[in-house]
């Protein structure tokens, strides 16, 4: 098997493990850190991109995008297409077995939580207000910003030889970390097909006690949000950084 596609799994898995978990362990009932609230979650998201960037490229990937969107864009910047179908598969089983390990790692909470909606949300993302064609501009804007911000990062016009080693991960979790407490608030920002569609996968198959619907009437925003928002950020990386 190609290393780099272990790295993207392993490193999705980290991401939607750490991400997830802490959704989990701020709304399940009967956990330690019920009511947490969103500084918790946003900072959680935000430290589970940094761990899934550096597991994925420890575990074989110096690309790390664990994110389909972060995958097109760079796709389309570079012009070479042959990593996207192999990264995308990659990273959505990472998402679905990083979401499965969430619920065992919980198990006794989901029986003990009422509300099927808080277990829904400890998988994939829902908007605060349902209105499709807003919480599609709110994923493509924030799935563009983390695109664009990740590129600018790494690009020569900011350092000659990019951020000193090892430092990237951290920039690209504060990256996560500011989407997330700035614009988070309408759809959960998933900014990450594989993040959402991974989880709400597991969420469909596994036995969790009182689950309740899987919401696949609102699965396509985040994927398309985030395919947009993707396409977007890699045209204009390609034509101005």
Same mark, same amino acid.
């Given at each position: 098997m190609d290393q780099r596609l272990v790295g993207e799994f392993m490193g999705t898995l980290v991401l939607?493990?750490?991400?997830?978990g802490t959704v989990a362990n701020v709304v399940l009932t009967k956990s330690k850190g019920q009511g947490g609230?969103? =500084?918790?979650?946003?900072?959680?998201? +935000?430290? #589970?991109?940094m761990a899934g960037v550096f597991a994925a490229i420890a575990c074989g990937s110096a690309d790390?995008? =664990?994110n389909p969107a972060v995958?097109? +864009?760079? #796709?389309?910047?570079?012009g070479d297409f042959s990593k996207l179908g192999p990264y995308v598969i990659a990273q959505v089983l990472g998402g679905l077995v990083g979401a499965i390990l969430v619920w065992l790692h919980f198990l006794p909470h989901w029986e003990a939580t009422p509300d099927p909606g808080l277990k829904l949300a400890c998988f994939s993302t829902g908007p605060a207000i349902r209105n499709t064609?807003?919480?599609?501009?709110s994923e493509i804007i924030g799935t563009f910003l983390?695109?664009?911000i990740i590129a600018s990062i790494f690009s020569k016009a900011v350092s000659a030889t990019g951020p000193v080693a090892g430092l990237g991960p951290f920039l690209v979790g504060g990256v996560v970390w500011a989407i997330g407490s700035g614009l988070g608030g309408t759809t959960g920002f998933a900014i990450n097909p594989a993040r959402d569609l991974g989880p709400r996968i597991?969420?469909?198959?596994?036995p969790i006690a009182?689950?309740?619907s899987s919401d696949w009437g609102y699965a396509l925003v985040p994927v398309i949000g985030g395919v947009v928002g993707g396409l977007l950020a890699g045209v204009f990386v390609k034509l101005v950084l």
């Open positions: 939607v493990l750490l991400g997830n609230g969103w =500084i918790v979650i946003s900072t959680g998201w +935000a430290v #589970a991109v790390a995008h =664990i995958t097109l +864009a760079f #796709a389309i910047s570079s064609a807003a919480n599609l501009i983390l695109v664009l597991a969420h469909a198959i596994l009182g689950k309740g």
